[in-house]
């Protein structure tokens, strides 16, 4: 122990005589816990960090197993949901950048547009005000409602219960804020954390382009929904898989072939589920990094000191 305290005290020496080693040294140890923080940020998005939502164990999203993709467009979520008879609703989300003016001048900020029945179908309660629903949806742009999260709320309305009904410019489009969401949901697309909520009818105004009837328009990132008590996993997959073959019949130049499996949202499914060794062997690799710079440069630096 003696041996080793003074091996130390003359590395810091050594340090102190050599500035640009130390700062070759600051610079290996920073990049190690960078890395460090970069994968454990990944892990807690995709893996640890759990959808805050009731009953998330009967939450199910639905993905193709040719491809394990998850998208899809609005004509096939509105067949899906009119057609199954698996779930307790199905709701769909995707997710946006743009442009929102509150009267201070505009920002980007990334949110989520939602089918009309979002917040239904997840079973969430407003924190503040009021959600919008399936009676707001009358047809392309009748819903200009835009429901804030709690911590866009927080940070840039600084807790100002009257923002309701105030109407801001999303987009140079005018929408009212009825609502704001609860501290806790930070929506269903693991990787992001929304900034706000709006209404998929009105796409055009958000997006620029109206996709609610192009059926090869796959714009819709996920569709997720609560399987009903009784149902099983098969039940469930047969169920949608036979609406799946009704639309590949119908409609064989817009549907991809193959059939459908359910997944996890906040694994986003098997596609990111078949790659959990890959997620396990990235924290391996940042764990091994951080402790072979942080076990290194001591030695580099007591081997400068005896030779």
């Known amino acids: 122990m003696n041996t080793w305290l003074q091996d130390v005290r003359y590395a810091f020496r050594q340090l102190r005589k050599s500035p640009g080693f130390t700062i070759a040294a600051q610079l290996t140890l920073a990049m190690a816990i960078g890395a460090n923080a970069v994968v454990f940020s990944v892990l807690n998005g995709l893996v640890l960090r759990p959808l805050n939502v009731p009953q998330a164990e009967s939450l199910y999203l639905l993905e193709r197993t040719t491809d394990n993709d998850t998208t899809l467009s609005y004509p096939d979520y509105v067949d899906f949901r009119e057609r199954n008879h698996s ?84 987009n140079q489009h005018p ?24 209404p998929m009818v009105n796409a055009e105004q958000v997006d620029g382009t109206n996709y609610l009837n192009d059926r ?23 169920d949608l898989n036979s609406t799946a073959v009704y639309l590949q019949k119908t409609h064989p130049k817009e549907e991809k072939p193959g059939g459908l499996a359910l997944g996890r949202p906040n694994l986003l499914g098997r596609s990111v589920c078949p790659r959990r060794k890959g997620i396990h062997r990235g924290i391996d690799a940042a764990c091994w990094t951080d402790s072979a710079g942080c076990v290194r440069k001591p030695r580099e630096l007591v081997c400068r000191s005896r030779f």
Do not use: C
């Not at 609502?179 to 954390?193: D, K």
């Not at 997720?224 to 047969?238: E, N, Q, R, Y």
């Open 216 to 238: 090869k328009n796959r714009s819709i990132f996920m569709m997720i929904g609560h399987l009903k008590p009784g149902v099983s996993l098969a039940a469930a997959t047969a």
């Open 175 to 198: 929408f009212t804020i009825i609502g704001v969401s609860p501290p806790e949901f930070r929506g269903t697309i693991v990787f992001i954390s929304p900034e706000f909520f709006v």
């Open 87 to 170: 779930f307790d609703g199905l709701t769909a989300a995707a997710f946006s950048q743009v442009s929102l003016n509150s009267g201070e001048g505009a920002s980007l900020i990334w949110g989520v547009e939602a089918s009309t029945n979002y917040f239904d179908v997840l079973r969430i309660q407003p924190y503040l005000g009021r959600f919008f629903h399936d009676s707001d949806d009358h047809g392309p742009n009748s819903a200009p409602y835009i429901v804030l999260s709690y911590a866009y709320w927080h940070a840039h309305f600084h807790d100002d219960r009257g923002v309701l009904s105030r109407v801001v410019q999303l």
